[in-house]
Nanobody, 125 residues
Framework: QVHVVESGGGLVQAGGSLRLSCAASGRTSSSYATGWFRQAPAKEREFVSSVDWSGDNRYYSDSVKGRFTISRDNVLKNMVYLQMNSLKPEDTAVYYC?????????????????WGQGTQVTVSS
């Protein structure tokens, strides 16, 4: 069993930055990739970014590429971060962290088992 907890959401003005954290505890291993998804009101959940266990392979949706950076802690391998810069009002959503035994490339399309409760990000114009 794996327990996932997100933190770091909040209210920020357009153009500002936030850093989200994802902590996974339990029976994780080097087979686990981790990703971020988001869901805005009245919209479907969408993929944001993913990273493999090594931290070397990282993928982004087109909507956040160049503005968001995903990273995995080199020491605390169960910690994953999402640095969000140049935030826009359309980035407003609940952000979820998810992990499972999957590659970072396949993560956006997989039926992931372990999800956090989500953290709210609100970007004001």
């Amino acid at each position: 069993q794996v327990h996932v907890v997100e933190s770091g959401g909040g209210l920020v003005q357009a153009g500002g930055s936030l850093r989200l954290s994802c902590a996974a505890s339990g029976r994780t291993s080097s087979s686990y990739a981790t990703g971020w998804f988001r869901q805005a009101p009245a919209k479907e959940r969408e993929f944001v970014s993913s990273v493999d266990w090594s931290g070397d392979n990282r993928y982004y949706s087109d909507s956040v590429k160049g503005r968001f950076t995903i990273s995995r802690d080199n020491v605390l391998k169960n910690m994953v971060y999402l640095q969000m810069n140049s935030l826009k009002p359309e980035d407003t959503a609940v952000y979820y962290c998810a992990t499972d035994i999957v590659t970072a490339w396949d993560l956006p399309y997989a039926d992931l088992e372990y999800w956090g409760q989500g953290t709210q990000v609100t970007v004001s114009s």
